[in-house]
């Protein structure tokens, strides 16, 4: 199994890299790169990496079949100290709990809500593991009623004090908790403090909202979970607020209580990403519980939420992307293809309403969404037609999300920057599975995943 591996990566490589990757140089022949100023598609390009970072562009010959490359994707919330079943994530986990976030095409990812990750930094070096490129935020502030402890992982109040091996994001959990939480008059002091100082306050809202409204009265830039229905967005003095909705959360813990839903939705998140469906698609079932009151017999219904997404515009102009990996069910790079199925789904014009023939009701997909199916809908070979909300959503993964980030290659693909990118068999814009699967992914130069051959040696 090891030589078949071997040959098959060499096979692999010497279709479009007759260098080594080891060494961080790579060419590749009539490709075709996302540009993301026009945000399409450019034509056909010879490009070639040197060191780890791209060398050159050059005009290329029109192939039949060509390569597709993205940028690196850049993934704002995970925790990679969850294990996604409610427990916590094992040292021997690890390595493919990183390789998850590789095989849906992310380059850059924040961790919230974890310890330093300073020896898992080291781990990685020494251990030579693949991995994203790791940032940290602040730790989180709670209400100060809570007590943090020696060595928690969040900060009791609103005190703030500076880790140097953090990045200048600081979350601050709005949650209510037992009519407990922050006053506007803290929340605003403590924001403004916050700037002033170089940091950037993220508020987490739980989607709840009072706490929604919190962060809108006080001016936060940034705010994570998804907006209730309701929530009096006149209130805020200005709109131009960061949001990453992470619907995905919300979504599970309706999703879980429906078993034959389920089961279908894991059939899909396995054929789009192959770690889920070696690893982990049998790994969890619906009858599991999570932490942090994700087994509420009765979570809030996911309906409540869908059609705030959908229709305040002016909120979703400033979307950002976070996967919410860690929490109950959702694992690294599935929990992003469940988020970007769920955008494409509730952003797409409506459609004729699908009934189940065998039961003469609407499909699942119907009565959660309402008189429209979540497939997308057919798209022009003209690529200039091709829906427009694929389009937003890959610059959301990649311009916007890595600006946030402060991610080295800027959510583009560019002379003289860093080689991240996916590679893809197909145009992703106009195959049916959408932005997913990834044929493999190349980080610095380097190949850092492809799915494994199957037994006759080919790639699934």
Not at 169 to 182: S, T, W
Not at 220 to 240: S, W
Not at 330 to 341: D, S, T
């Amino acid at each position: 199994m090891k030589n078949r591996r071997l040959l098959f990566l060499s096979l692999f490589l010497s279709a479009f890299a007759p260098t080594i990757l080891l060494s961080q140089n790579l060419k590749m022949k009539s490709v075709r790169i996302w540009d993301s100023e026009k945000a399409n598609f450019g034509g056909f390009i010879d490009l070639e990496v040197a060191q780890g970072k791209i060398l050159s562009f050059k005009e290329g010959s029109t192939v039949p079949n060509p390569k597709y490359l993205l940028p690196g994707f850049c993934d704002a919330s995970v925790t990679i100290g969850a294990d996604a079943m409610g427990g916590k994530t094992g040292r021997d986990e690890l390595p493919t709990y990183l390789s998850g976030y590789l095989a849906a095409g992310f380059s850059h990812i924040e961790s919230v809500g974890d310890p330093g990750l300073t020896q898992l930094q080291n781990e990685i070096v020494k251990s030579k593991w693949f991995s994203p490129i790791l940032t940290q935020s602040q730790k989180p502030a709670l209400y100060s009623e809570l007590s943090a402890g020696d060595g928690a992982l969040y900060t009791s109040g609103l005190t703030h004090v500076p880790d140097s091996k953090r990045n200048r994001h600081l979350p601050i959990f709005l949650k209510e908790v037992e009519n407990r939480g922050f006053s506007q008059t803290e929340l605003f002091a403590k924001r403004r403090e916050g700037e002033e100082k170089g940091y950037l306050p993220i508020a987490y809202t739980f989607s709840d909202k009072t706490s929604w409204e919190d962060a809108l009265d006080t001016g936060f830039p940034v705010i994570f979970h998804p907006m209730p229905e309701g929530t009096n967005l006149y209130r805020a003095q200005k709109r131009d607020f960061l949001w990453a909705p992470m619907l995905s959360v919300l979504y599970l813990q309706n999703l879980k209580l429906k078993q034959d839903d389920w089961k279908e939705e894991s059939e899909n998140w396995a054929r789009l990403h192959s770690v889920f469906g070696s690893r982990w698609k049998n790994s969890l079932s619906v009858e599991s519980v999570g932490e942090g009151g994700e087994n509420d017999l009765n979570p809030p219904s996911f309906s409540e939420y869908q059609s705030t997404f959908r229709g305040e515009v002016e909120a979703r102009k400033n979307l950002l992307f976070a996967s919410g990996a860690g929490h109950w069910g959702l694992f690294p790079g599935q929990a992003a293809i469940v988020e970007v199925r769920l955008w494409e789904a509730l952003l797409s014009k409506p459609k004729e309403r699908k009934v189940d023939l065998a039961s003469n009701r609407p499909g699942f997909w119907a009565s959660l969404f309402g008189s429209f199916s979540p497939s997308l809908l057919p798209t022009n070979a003209d690529p200039e037609s091709l829906p427009q909300i694929r389009r937003e959503i890959i610059q959301t993964l990649t311009r916007k999300t890595c600006a946030f980030l402060g991610a080295d290659h800027g959510g583009r693909i560019r002379v003289g920057g860093p080689a991240h990118f996916s590679v893809h068999n197909e145009n992703p814009l106009k195959r049916a599975s959408g932005i997913f699967p990834i044929e493999s992914m190349v980080l610095g130069g380097k190949l850092v995943y492809t799915p494994k051959p199957t037994k006759e040696g080919t790639a699934k």
